[in-house]
């Protein structure tokens, strides 16, 4: 069965914190995305990944896929991060299956 | 460039009228994506479309639901009858190489079913 898990389900840190997603998937497959949702609802890619490393500013996502996890990485996080991160992935088609998200609130 | 644009951005309606929603993609992009959200199921695909065709309409979950793309830049969803497990938030994306490449959501419409 193609499975997307994603943990923690919540994570609360403070202001300046180094904060890690996951993400794990049950079969191979071809493409993987994190996105970002706000609290008024709405949706932002980050990062799509088929291999490798990507950063953008203070953000960074990964993914091993021999291990078939990813991880979504924020430095210096800051309570505009607040937010749900959702995890994606194709598995070699045109769809995607999304994991239940992490909510992350960043604390002052 | 607008963006994906979505409408409406807020339906209230009663169980067993017809509502329909709209998704305007952005200009250039063949794929069409459109999503449902619930607290229960999180985000699921309904239908996608490649340019202007269904493609993989097995996420609609029943008969009452209907999706079209008459051009390039127009899309609809359409439930008849609604009912109140209809009530979620209905996302559209676009995208200009399906999975493989950046998708572009939409604001979404809440829809609320009486």
């Known amino acids: 069965k193609n499975e997307v898990e994603q943990s923690p389900q919540n994570l609360t840190a403070q202001e300046g914190e180094f904060i890690t997603i996951n993400c794990s998937y049950s079969?191979?497959?071809?493409?993987l995305h994190w996105l970002q949702q706000h609290p008024g609802g709405g949706i932002v890619s980050l990062f799509m990944?088929?291999?490798g490393k990507k950063k953008h500013g203070r953000l960074i996502a990964t993914i091993n896929i021999q291990e078939k996890h990813s991880s979504l990485h924020i430095t210096a996080s800051h309570p505009r991060d607040s937010a749900v991160y959702i995890c994606?992935?194709?598995?070699?088609?045109?769809?995607?299956?999304f994991g239940t998200g992490t909510r992350l609130t960043i604390i002052p | 460039d607008a963006g994906v644009i979505q409408s409406p951005r807020h339906e209230v309606t009663e169980m067993g009228q017809e509502v329909t929603l709209r998704c305007k993609p952005i200009?250039?992009?063949?794929?069409l994506f459109w999503y449902r959200q619930t607290m229960m199921r999180g985000l699921e695909l309904l239908i996608y479309?490649?340019?202007?065709?269904?493609?993989?309409d097995s996420g609609m979950p029943e008969d009452r639901f209907s999706a079209k793309m008459p051009n390039a830049s127009f899309s609809t969803l359409k439930i008849q009858p609604s009912e109140p497990r209809d009530s979620a938030v209905y996302f559209c994306?676009?995208?200009?190489?399906?999975?493989?490449?950046?998708?572009?959501f939409g604001p979404g419409t809440r829809l609320l079913v009486l």
């Open positions: 994306a676009s995208s200009t190489q399906g999975v493989v490449e950046t998708q572009y």
């Open positions: 079969v191979g497959i071809s493409a």
């Open positions: 990944l088929s291999s």
């Open positions: 994606a992935v194709s598995f070699g088609n045109e769809k995607l299956t």
């Open positions: 200009s250039g992009h063949d794929y």
């Open positions: 479309f490649n340019n202007n065709v269904p493609i993989d």
